[in-house]
């Protein structure tokens, strides 16, 4: 039945957002160098490496590390991106891994290949197991804000209740969150 929803919804939000996502792909390309999108290799489900993808909001020289463990990551930024981190436009790309099945609408988000603590800490509690998602329990409750064992502790805790009606009050949540920028702090 998630995948299904998952199929069903993002084929809506495709299809509502063709027009604003086109505008993005135009303001990104003519305000920096380097292509609109930017494919990160994240951990998929059971730990599997998959290419997720998301509107540039960094220059191309931009290390490739978690944003939080870079010295200052404002001077990275490219000239729309903190309008894009901030309105969380630069993670519409991520419907294409939904509908591929690489991800899901709510899952614990993906870690990036390098955050060895965080995909150790998962696997240990069997987080590992789950689809990852565009928001999740730990974005609504924390976000950026959020140490790695509090958002892992979050991601077990979802695991232990995850069912449909969970995954609607966790979109309705991050709807709230996003209109609001509540937990963004980069």
């Known amino acids: ?14 299809a509502l957002l063709a027009i604003p996502k086109l505008l993005i792909v135009i303001a990104v390309r ?17 730990n599997k490496i998959f290419k997720m993808p998301k509107f540039r909001s960094m220059r191309i020289d931009t290390p490739a590390v978690a944003t939080h463990l870079l010295d200052n990551p404002d001077t990275y930024l490219s000239p ?3 309008f894009l981190r901030r309105s969380s436009l630069d993670e519409l790309p991520q419907l294409f891994s939904v509908l591929k099945g690489d991800m899901s609408f709510v899952g614990p988000r993906p870690a990036l290949f390098n955050q060895e603590d965080l995909i150790t800490l998962r696997t240990e509690k069997g987080v590992d197991k789950l689809l ?8 609504v409750n924390g976000r950026d804000e959020l140490s790695i064992p509090d958002k892992v502790a979050l991601d077990v805790e979802y695991l232990k209740r995850k069912s449909f009606w969970f995954d609607i009050k966790i ?13 963004v702090s980069h």
Not at 6 to 13: S, T, Y
Not at 30 to 39: C, D, F, I, N, V
Not at 132 to 139: F, H, V, Y
Request: glycine share 14%; charged share 20%.
């Open 30 to 46: 003519l305000s920096s160098k380097g292509p609109a999108l930017y494919w990160s290799d994240r951990v998929g489900k059971n």
């Open 171 to 183: 979109l309705w949540m991050t709807f709230l969150k996003v209109i609001k920028r509540d937990g």
């Open 132 to 139: 990852p998602g565009i928001t999740g329990w730990a974005q």
């Open 80 to 82: 729309i991106g903190g």
């Open 1 to 14: 039945m998630k995948r299904i929803f998952d199929l069903l919804l993002g084929v809506a939000i495709l």
